[in-house]
């Protein structure tokens, strides 16, 4: 017995290496996946230049829309005067539906990519409402060629049907049916006023940013055209007549 424990006492010491030699051979570790510096550093500034790229790109685009702005807002001769008076913040128009007078749907948001000169009123259009519809129509006609970058549009706001002798007028502009809280949550009348003692002016872009006063007949209406002519001709770099995205709502 004590010799075979002998033999195999000094076979493990044959087979195990010296101390020192064990000692001198390090570990070997291998790191998988991770990118080097110089490449994360490079994805990153990609991103951001792609990012700065983007935003430069958008500015370019609403460079013209801005400096119209900019010049009708801003940049006045002295004794200037707005006869409307301008919203500040301007109100875009909201996402809802409205429908024609035979019953169609159409997103309100459809009129976009046209200068809009907007009445509201019921629908059976007191002598107010009807001296805005004949005030609509002919600020649109005195605006001569360019009367095609406006449309005029009557927002009725409640469930009755126009009477059928307003149906020539109707036939120039757009007649639509809006829900009066939608409404009442986009555009707003003056202190003391209602909603319906108004003009509203709305740009192509869909905002709504003038309101013409509720003193507005037709003794004052040159000065309400004076309005129109500024703003378009501030615009004319970047508007032009027509929806360019989409048809006319259907009256």
């Known amino acids: 017995m004590s010799g075979f424990n002998s033999s195999d006492a000094s076979f493990a010491r044959a087979s195990s290496p010296p101390p020192e030699r064990a000692a001198a051979e390090p570990l070997g570790l291998s790191v998988h996946g991770l990118p080097a510096a110089g490449e994360a550093m490079q994805a990153v500034q990609r991103t951001r230049s792609g990012r700065w790229q983007m935003i430069g790109v958008l500015l370019v685009c609403a460079a013209p829309v801005i400096a119209s702005y900019f010049t009708y807002y801003v940049v006045r001769p002295e004794g200037r005067r707005n006869f409307g008076e301008l919203i500040q913040p301007q109100r875009a128009l909201p996402d809802v539906q409205a429908r024609t007078l035979a019953g169609a749907s159409v997103p309100l948001a459809s009129l976009k990519g046209q200068w809009l000169l907007v009445s509201v009123a019921g629908g059976q259009c007191n002598a107010a409402c009807e001296e805005h519809l004949y005030l609509q129509r002919q600020l649109r006609e005195s605006l001569g ?27 120039q502009g757009q007649v639509l049916r809006v829900d009066g809280q939608a409404l009442a949550g986009w555009l707003e009348p003056a202190p003391g006023q209602r909603i319906e003692d108004h003009l509203y002016l709305v740009d192509p872009m869909g905002h709504w940013m003038m309101r013409m006063p509720a003193s507005l007949d037709k003794s004052t209406a040159a000065k309400a055209k004076r309005d129109l002519d500024r703003l378009l001709r501030a615009a004319s770099s970047w508007d032009t007549a027509g929806r360019p995205d989409a048809a006319a709502p259907t009256r």
Not at 154 to 168: I, M, S, T, Y
């Open 145 to 171: 060629r360019e009367k095609d970058r406006l449309d005029w549009v009557w927002l009725v706001n409640d469930a009755a049907q126009p009477p059928a002798a307003l149906a020539p007028a109707m036939a």
